[in-house]
Every structure is written in C-alpha cells, then in structure tokens.
C-alpha cells in the first residue's frame, strides 16, 4: 500500500522490532520481516514520494544491510535539549545559577545537559529553593544519578550499558548528508 501512495510521510516507531540483524534473531518472523522489508524500503526509497521517520531506542539492534546507504539517506540521533533551551523555559533556574555564580560551572552545565526536558521540569521546582551553591549541586547531582541517560538499556546483548554509553556507542552511525 505505502510503494502504491504519494506524498505521504509515515513514522514507524520501535522500528527495529521489524529489522532486527537476522544472524541473532532466533525468531523466524522477524528473520523473514527483515528480510523481506529490504527490497521493499529500497524500491521505495527510489521512487522518492515517501518520507519514513523511523524511531528506535536500539540502532545497534538493526541488521546490518537496514542501514546501507540507499535504504536511509539519514541517520540522526535524538538527545534532550541542550542547557541554554531548557533555561530559556526556566527562568528561575537561570536567575538562581545566576544568584549563586554557577553559570560558568561546567561540571554543572554538564549534570543539566543530561536532564530530558520533563526531569528538568521536576528538577527545577526542588532547584529554585536550594539555599546555597552546595545544595544546588546536590539537588542536580541528585537528578543526573536518576536520569534517563544513566539507567540501563534493555539491549538485547544483555550488555548492562546505560543509555548514556549506549548514545556515545550509537553516535558512530549517524549519517548526515555531505
């Protein structure tokens, strides 16, 4: 149905339940979803009336021909917002790093730069009432130990690798266009 439309973007999320690598899978399904979504995503591909958005937790999970050149034109890797996005919506964070003369703090910088957008929502309320430089450490250090990026990954490898080293890992196959 997708090779017979146009104009038509489609997003096909946890995509790598249908391409995982073959050569580990013990399930005959998604051995054959694999193999027969190559040729059809590369016939696709050609005709260049389609937009696929793929999303995935687990990139290292996709066999190896899903990612040639041809069948993706880009690979892209999704982190939380950067520190100085997240304080332009909280501004009492920025006034409070302002106030206690942690602005320029990389160590601190970088604890907040880990923080997905809703965890720095939480983090901001207890953040704002922090008396002392100390304790606004604390507080972010606090956060970061709980972050998304530092629980574990559920990889299929069964390697205990928090999502933090699994998106460093990851960064090799991104692929942007030249």
Avoid: C
Wanted: without cysteine.
């Amino acid at each position: 149905m997708l090779a017979a439309s146009e104009r038509i973007v489609v997003l096909l999320d946890e995509f790598d339940e249908m391409v995982r690598e073959r050569a580990r899978s013990d399930d005959v399904l998604s051995r054959f979803l694999t193999t027969a979504m190559l040729p059809k995503l590369a016939t696709i591909n050609k005709s260049r009336r389609l937009v696929f958005i793929v999303a995935t937790n687990y990139i290292e999970n996709f066999d190896v021909a899903i990612a040639r050149p041809g069948r993706f034109d880009l690979i892209i890797q999704v982190m939380p917002p950067q520190l100085d996005a997240k304080l332009l919506r909280w501004e009492a964070v920025k006034n409070k790093l302002s106030e206690l003369q942690l602005e320029g703090n990389g160590q601190v910088r970088s604890i907040l730069e880990s923080l997905t957008f809703d965890k720095f929502s939480t983090f901001a309320r207890q953040a704002e009432t922090a008396p002392n430089k100390d304790a606004f450490i604390r507080i972010a250090e606090d956060f970061a130990s709980r972050s998304t990026l530092q629980t574990h990954t559920a990889s299929d490898r069964g390697n205990e690798l928090t999502w933090e080293a699994a998106s460093k890992d990851q960064q090799r196959k991104i692929r942007l266009p030249l």
